[in-house]
C-alpha cells in the first residue's frame, strides 16, 4: 500500500480503468478463464522461450561491447587479487589479515592500496555489467516489439482463440494492444525468468492433479 502513495500515476491509472469499465462495461463481457488449459499454457511460453534464447543469442553475437576488453582484463586482475589475499592469510583462518604477522614487502599500506583496487575494478565491473544490460534489454525489447507486431504474440495465443466470439470488439483490441507490449517485455526480460515461469506452471499442475 505505501507503494501506492509514493506513486500518485498508479492511482490515476486505477480511477481511470474503474471509470472505463463503469463506462464500457456493457460492451466488456468478462472473459472465461476457466476454459483455458495450463497445458496449453506451457507449450505457448516453451515456443516463446526458444524465441527468447535465439534473441539472446542473436545480441550476444552482433551487439558489440566496447568494454570487453578491459572488462577481461579487469577480472584477471581481480582473480590475481584475490590469490594475493588468500596468500598472505592463515590457511586454517583466513578471516582476519594479520598485518604484524606479515613479511616486510607486504606492509600494511600495500595491502590497503590492493584492497582499494579491488573495490574500484569491482565498481567497474558492476556499472559496465549493468550499462551492458540496460543496453541489451532494449535491443531485445525493440526485437521482441518487432516479433509481437508480426503476430508472435502471448496473450492472444492463451485467451483468444477460446474466448473470441465471445468478446466485444473493443475487448479484443485492448488484448491485442497490452499482448503486443507484454510479449515484448517478456522477450526482453530474458529465457531465465521464463523457465522460471514454466517450472512453477508445472508446480501448479501437479498441485491441481492431487
Known amino acids: 500500500m505505501k507503494a501506492l502513495y509514493k506513486n500518485p500515476l498508479i492511482i490515476i491509472l486505477i480511477v481511470l480503468a474503474i471509470a472505463s469499465f463503469n463506462y464500457f462495461k456493457e460492451y466488456l463481457p468478462s472473459v472465461h478463464l476457466i476454459n483455458i488449459e495450463l497445458s496449453n499454457i506451457i507449450s505457448i511460453l516453451g515456443y516463446l522461450s526458444v524465441i527468447m534464447l535465439v534473441v539472446e543469442q542473436v545480441i550476444e553475437i552482433?551487439?558489440?561491447?566496447?568494454?570487453?576488453?578491459?572488462?577481461?582484463?579487469?577480472?584477471?586482475?581481480?582473480?590475481?587479487?584475490?590469490?594475493?589475499?588468500?596468500?598472505?592469510n592463515d590457511p586454517e583462518n583466513s578471516v582476519v589479515i594479520d598485518i604484524q604477522s606479515l613479511p616486510e614487502e607486504t606492509s600494511a599500506d600495500k595491502v590497503i592500496r590492493i584492497l582499494k583496487e579491488k573495490k574500484e575494478i569491482e565498481d567497474f565491473l558492476l556499472t559496465h555489467?549493468?550499462?551492458?544490460?540496460?543496453?541489451?534489454?532494449?535491443?531485445?525489447?525493440?526485437?521482441?516489439?518487432?516479433?509481437?507486431?508480426?503476430?508472435?504474440?502471448?496473450?492472444?495465443?492463451?485467451?483468444?482463440?477460446?474466448?473470441?466470439s465471445e468478446l466485444s470488439e473493443i475487448q479484443i483490441k485492448v488484448i491485442i494492444s497490452i499482448d503486443i507490449i507484454l510479449t515484448a517485455g517478456i522477450i526482453a526480460g530474458g529465457s531465465d525468468r521464463m523457465h522460471r515461469l514454466i517450472k512453477r506452471i508445472k508446480e501448479i499442475i501437479g498441485n491441481e492433479s492431487f
Not at 551487439?63 to 577481461?72: A, G
Not at 544490460?133 to 508480426?150: D, H, N, W, Y
Request: a positive charge; glycine letters at 6%.
Open 129 to 164: 555489467g549493468q550499462l551492458r544490460q540496460q543496453r541489451t534489454i532494449t535491443i531485445a525489447f525493440v526485437i521482441g516489439l518487432i516479433l509481437s507486431l508480426s503476430g508472435i504474440r502471448l496473450m492472444s495465443g492463451i485467451i483468444l482463440p477460446e474466448s473470441a
Open 62 to 88: 552482433f551487439v558489440h561491447d566496447p568494454n570487453e576488453k578491459n572488462k577481461i582484463k579487469n577480472k584477471r586482475r581481480l582473480e590475481e587479487i584475490n590469490r594475493y589475499l588468500e596468500s598472505i
